[in-house]
Each structure stands twice: as C-alpha cells, then as structure tokens.
C-alpha cells in the first residue's frame, strides 16, 4: 500500500488531501510511522525522530496511529489478495507477498491481472497500491519500491542485472546504514560494484553474509513465501549482514524489532503475556530466551525494555558477535479497550 497510514488519514478526512500528514508518536520521543508523498518533499521519512519532521514541516498535519482503522482496511486489501492466489504471506498491516505461479509465466497475463488487482484493492480500499511482479521475493520487493506510488512494475528475468547494476548500494535488503558504511568504504557504490567484488573479499569482511549480499546484487533470492496461518504468536528477525559485535548496536535492533511487533499487537488489538529473544551465532547455533509478564501489554517501550533484559542477562555476547536477531512476543489474547501507555509509543516502520 501507498504511505498507508497517512493515506488512510487523508481517505477519511478529506480536508487532509494534497496536505503533509505525518503519522507516528507525537510525545518528545516520538518516531515518524509513516509520511504522505506530500510531506515527503519536505525529507520527512519513516523512522525519523518527530522532533526533526516538525522543524522540516511546522505546518504539517500530525495525527497519532489510529490501528484499528488501518487494521480494517488491511484485512479488505488481504482478501483480495486470497481470491487471486491460494498462498499469501504478510509482512505487515500494508505489505503482502502472493504467489502467482499457477497463473502461468507469460508477462502480459500477470500484468493484466496485477492490473486488476490494483483496481480491485481501490475499489475495496479507496486506496491505491503498488505491485511488483517478478521470479523471488526481493525482486518483486524492489519492484514494488521503483515504482511508487500506485505503481505496477513487472521485471522479467532478462532485465534483472540492466535494472539492479545502476542502483545505489543501499537497495539491497539487509543493507542498513552500518553495512552501506562499510561496502562505499571499499568502493562498493553501486549493486553492480557489489556484484563484481572478487568474492574472497566478500567472505574476509562479511563472512557468510558476504555471500548472501552478493547473490541479492545477481538477483538471486531462494527465501520461500510462508503460507499465511492464525498467529499463536508475533515475533520479527532480522538477519544480520555481517556479524555484529557492538552490544549497543545488537540493542539498537531488539529496539527496532520490538516496535513492530508493538504495531502488530495494536493493529490486531492483541496483548501478550510472554516476550522473548532470539539470537543465531556465527556457528549457526540459536538460541532463544523468554519471560512472562504478570498482565498483557501492547507497550512498544515495555516490549523493547523486557527484550534488551533478557539480551543483557540470559544471552551470552562474545567477541565472536550474532548474525541473527529475533524479538517474539506470545501467549496473546484479544483485547476490546486499547491499553493506555505511560509513554508516547513510536512505531518506526514505513507505509509501503
């Protein structure tokens, strides 16, 4: 979906149309969750503190997340999506991957149906989206990102190097600002750059990681779609693209982690009695570490603040670092008031 939150907001209020409306916590601390394409010409991007945003943009519309809305049109967007494919795995309240192989491989059939697709989701939503159809899930990712907003990109497998070479580094999944710090640092600009790297030195600064990244800058990606189930249980990861020593930055993702899994909980109106951490070492073991809380939460800070406790006490941090992180929350149970927080929850992830 197109800035999903903040095109929610202008849907049911139209005197916010054509305005910069920022979505996100508006507390001292708060985070942008999402911002409309019309404040996004001012720099205001997801994840970036409100205190920035509103300094960019003193005369923009700021609304705290209404997730039970954004729930109800999210569950309209994945029933259309089921009526088109029998496996359908979502990310997120506005992000979905769907499988179209048993439609068939010509390019102009699956254009016209995503087509359609498009049309329908705006009939059911009011709202636009953005789709991209392509042979794995990072490429039909990408393709979605290129071509925003409500944009439909189809890319065929032989344009995948024309289309990836030219991008900035940063495109690639699990590319964050860390490791893009270190690729430009050995002159690794460009997807393409990445992708002609002698290999061996992919391996000596990133390890298996290396191997990883490179195989995304040829198009490569073998990650299955997971068929959609009720969820017993919420929890996101993030594997790492190179093995991560510094325990500040290890927190830094709980803290990432756990405020979209605090988003889940709000938009399904769920709380959680169990939070727990996952951590993969270099050698492949995993671990995970959990508590039970006395009462259910849904607090983004509560979540994070329980998650860094348990990485900080029960996870053994070496000199050897982790290359995968986790943040789970369970035992859930349906909730009909929204708890109150005795902070101003942020929720650090972007309408897509």
């Not at 750059?193 to 073998?222: C, H, K, N, T």
């Not at 859930?332 to 927080?341: D, M, N, R, V, Y």
Request: with cysteine.
């Amino acid at each position: 979906m197109d800035a999903f939150f903040a095109a929610v907001e202008q849907l049911d209020e139209p005197a916010y149309r054509g305005r910069p409306v920022i979505v996100g916590g508006l507390g001292p601390r708060g985070v942008v969750a999402t911002a409309s394409y019309e404040a996004r010409v001012f720099g205001i991007h997801s994840a970036m503190p409100m205190a920035v945003a509103r300094k960019r943009c003193p005369d923009g519309i700021y609304l705290r997340p209404r997730f039970t809305r954004y729930k109800e049109l999210s569950d309209r967007m994945r029933r259309v999506l089921h009526r088109v494919s029998p496996v359908v795995e979502t990310i997120s309240l506005d992000e979905a991957f769907f499988d179209l192989t048993h439609h068939g491989t010509d390019h102009r059939s699956l254009e016209d149906l995503a087509k359609r697709i498009k049309g329908e989701v705006q009939h059911e939503t009011g709202l636009t989206c953005s789709i991209g159809i392509a042979a794995n899930r990072f490429l039909a990712k990408l393709g979605s990102e290129l071509d925003k907003p409500n944009g439909l990109l189809v890319i065929d497998p032989e344009s995948v190097q024309a289309l990836l070479d030219p991008l900035p580094i940063g495109a690639l999944w699990g590319v964050g600002r860390v490791t893009e710090r270190r690729l430009t640092s050995l002159g690794l600009l460009r997807v393409g750059d990445l992708r002609r790297a002698p290999s061996e030195l992919m391996a000596r600064e990133f390890g298996s990681s290396g191997r990883r990244l490179q195989a995304l800058a040829s198009g490569i990606d073998d990650t299955p779609l997971a068929q959609e189930v009720e969820s017993r249980s919420i929890s996101r990861e993030t594997t790492l693209a190179f093995d991560v020593v510094d325990p500040d930055e290890i927190a830094e993702h709980v803290r990432h982690l756990a405020s979209q899994v605090a988003g889940q909980l709000k938009g399904e109106s769920l709380l959680c009695r169990t939070v727990r951490v996952k951590v993969r070492y270099p050698d492949f073991r995993t671990i995970t570490r959990q508590m039970r809380l006395g009462v259910g939460t849904d607090s983004v800070h509560l979540i994070a603040a329980l998650a860094e406790h348990l990485l900080r006490d029960r996870v053994r941090l070496d000199e050897g670092g982790v290359r995968l992180i986790g943040v789970g929350v369970g035992t859930l149970f349906q909730t009909e008031a929204q708890q109150l927080s005795l902070f101003d929850e942020a929720f650090p992830f972007a309408g897509a």
